[in-house]
């Protein structure tokens, strides 16, 4: 469980305690220096790296040929990155990893409550929430790249965020189902790439 100070300092404040607790645990990692590798939809076994330097060190050797996701919200390294050297170590400490995470997952949200039309009803929330879990983890929804997307902004209000279920297989009453059916097939196919060109890479 995520600590409560950690949550109050550094996540999004548009999102409840509650739902960055359950967004962490779905989606991301109990460790801040976790590195996932995927390459061609498979996971790459990769060391478990015992300090910042070597969580970057990983990321480094595997961006820009593979997806990359990084930290306690397994965040997508090399977004809004145009190369390697622009890549930071504060994809690796809990707190900037936790801000840019949830920051993005809100954008997420927002992406998928305008799917369904801005509804005001506080019932259909834990549909987002869901939606949204997949889409972070996918990288897309509805065929959109949901990292690179432009957030719709603050004119999108997101219903109370009432008790929402952290998921761990698709919900039996999915509004989405060509998505569900291709989510395994879309992770790690739909992440972000780095230009390595500007260093010589290939």
């Known amino acids: 469980m995520l600590d409560a100070a950690l949550i109050k ?8 305690p509650a739902i960055v607790e359950q967004f962490v645990a779905a989606a991301g990692s109990a460790d801040p220096l976790a590195v996932t590798v995927r390459s061609g939809g498979r996971l790459i076994l990769v060391p478990k790296a015992r300090s910042p330097d070597e969580a970057m060190d990983i990321v480094r050797q595997y961006a820009g040929n ?3 996701r990084v930290g ?3 965040f997508p390294a090399g977004v809004g990155v145009k190369d390697l050297a622009d890549l930071k170590t504060d994809l690796v400490d809990a707190c900037q990893n936790l801000r840019k995470g ?3 997952f ?8 305008k799917w ?4 005001k009803s506080d019932d259909v929330f834990r549909q987002i929430f869901e939606d949204a879990l997949y889409a972070w983890k996918a990288g897309e929804f509805e065929g959109v790249g949901v990292f690179q ?4 902004g603050a004119s999108i209000e997101l219903p109370r965020q009432s008790e929402a279920r952290s998921v761990d297989e698709p919900p039996a009453t999915a509004t989405t189902p060509e998505m569900r059916t291709k989510v395994n097939e879309v992770i790690g196919q739909a992440g972000i790439r780095i230009d390595l060109s500007r260093i010589g890479g290939k």
């Open 72 to 74: 306690l919200t397994q």
């Open 66 to 68: 593979a997806v990359v």
């Open 9 to 16: 300092d550094c996540a999004d404040p548009s999102l409840k």
């Open 149 to 152: 997307a432009q957030d719709p």
């Open 116 to 119: 369904y039309g801005d509804p």
């Open 106 to 113: 809100a954008k997420v949200l927002r992406i998928v409550a």
């Open 102 to 104: 949830t920051a993005m």
